[in-house]
């Protein structure tokens, strides 16, 4: 596609529950990167994917988050038992590898945790 | 990544320049300085980089000095729609960025 495709664009989820947020990114991008993003910050990196090979996980907040890439296309960040703090908006951005002209964002998911 | 500072906010008048200042004294030779904004519920979008050269491009210019320690993000003639956050990020080519809380530019008519 065009570019970042995110879905859902919003999510709901009551406290305890899991969820899996979807990132679409543009067709050939070899670097696939999440980040969190809570109201009035700025974006907080969470992983980076080079294919399908996650190179660093380093921001994931805890072993309740986890990502995946498994064909080094779509990626999927999954949340299990959400808690309050888990409340954001999570971006996804994919870039050409080594092009060092900058990330795309998708425009992100919005969850609520209830 | 080397730590930037930017100002929390700066306002502009429609029409003349936006000059959106950098420091990022700890600067490393193979870092680029990168610049985003963020339009209210939207991603951030790249606007440009560079090394050690000045740059243009459709969007903006960005000057870096000398020393590198500092850069200056200029919109030319900014519009009520460059009213967003402006990210200034430093670090090397490829691999995560890492985003402070930028600069909030009001474009007032």
């Known amino acids: 596609g065009a570019g970042v495709s995110q879905s859902p664009r919003y999510k709901v989820a009551k406290r305890g529950q899991d969820v899996a947020l979807r990132c679409d990114p543009i067709?050939?991008?070899?670097?696939l990167f999440w980040y969190q993003q809570a109201l009035g910050q700025g974006p907080e990196f969470l992983t980076y994917?080079?294919?399908?090979?996650?190179?660093?996980k380093s921001g994931l907040p805890s072993d309740r988050f986890f990502a995946e890439r498994p064909e080094g296309s779509v990626s999927t960040l999954k949340i299990q038992r959400t808690q309050q703090e888990d409340s954001a908006v999570y971006l996804c951005?994919?870039?050409?590898f080594g092009s060092g002209y900058g990330y795309t964002f998708g425009s992100g998911t919005r969850l609520t945790v209830v | 990544d080397a730590k930037t500072t930017q100002p929390p906010s700066m306002d502009c008048a429609e029409g003349r320049a936006a000059n959106l200042p950098c420091n990022h004294s700890?600067?490393?030779?193979?870092?680029?300085v990168y610049w985003y904004r963020q339009i209210h519920s939207q991603g951030p979008q790249y606007i440009i980089h560079?090394?050690?050269n000045n740059e243009t491009n459709e969007m903006a210019s960005l000057i870096i000095t000398e020393d590198r320690k500092s850069s200056t993000l200029i919109l030319p003639h900014a519009t009520l729609r460059d009213t967003a956050v402006y990210y200034c990020?430093?670090?090397?080519?490829?691999?995560?960025?890492?985003f402070g809380d930028g600069t909030t530019l009001t474009v007032k008519p």
């Open positions: 700890t600067i490393s030779g193979n870092e680029y």
């Open positions: 994917f080079q294919n399908e090979a996650q190179l660093d």
């Open positions: 067709s050939g991008h070899v670097s």
């Open positions: 560079g090394l050690k």
């Open positions: 990020i430093a670090k090397e080519r490829a691999g995560k960025s890492t």
């Open positions: 951005a994919s870039s050409l």
